[in-house]
């Protein structure tokens, strides 16, 4: 729903008020469209369900090579993907995608 242009357009549309909290105006938005107790609800996690972590991770190994990922990043990028990292996977995952959008749009 963060992406649906109507979203947008109405969020802009809205003038910022001093010292509302910063989901006040999608809370209000969705108060009409979902139920109270899904607002209220505490938050929660969620897996991405990414298969096995060797993959993503024997993907993060090749992506050292990518110019992007070389040049538009730090150096230290590496290390959030290594091997017994929390979440090394998700973000290895990540970085694949992000070096194949990079290589699609010659951002390199």
């Known amino acids: 729903p963060l992406l649906d242009r109507r979203v947008i357009e109405w969020g802009l549309s809205r003038p ?3 010292g ?4 006040a105006p ?3 938005f969705l108060r009409r469209r979902v139920p109270q107790r899904t607002l209220e609800r505490p938050k929660q ?3 991405l369900r990414l298969g096995d ?4 991770l024997k993907h993060a190994d090749r992506l050292h090579e990518h110019a992007f990922m070389r040049t538009a990043l730090s150096p230290s990028w590496t290390d959030a ?6 979440y090394a996977h998700a ?3 990540a970085m694949t ?3 194949r959008w990079a290589e699609a749009h010659d951002a390199c």
């Open 16 to 18: 910022p008020v001093e």
């Open 97 to 99: 995608f992000l070096a």
């Open 53 to 56: 972590p060797q993959v993503w």
């Open 26 to 28: 999608l809370r209000e």
């Open 91 to 93: 973000r290895a995952y």
């Open 20 to 23: 509302e909290p910063p989901k």
């Open 45 to 47: 996690g969620f897996s």
């Open 81 to 86: 993907c290594a091997p017994g990292t929390n």
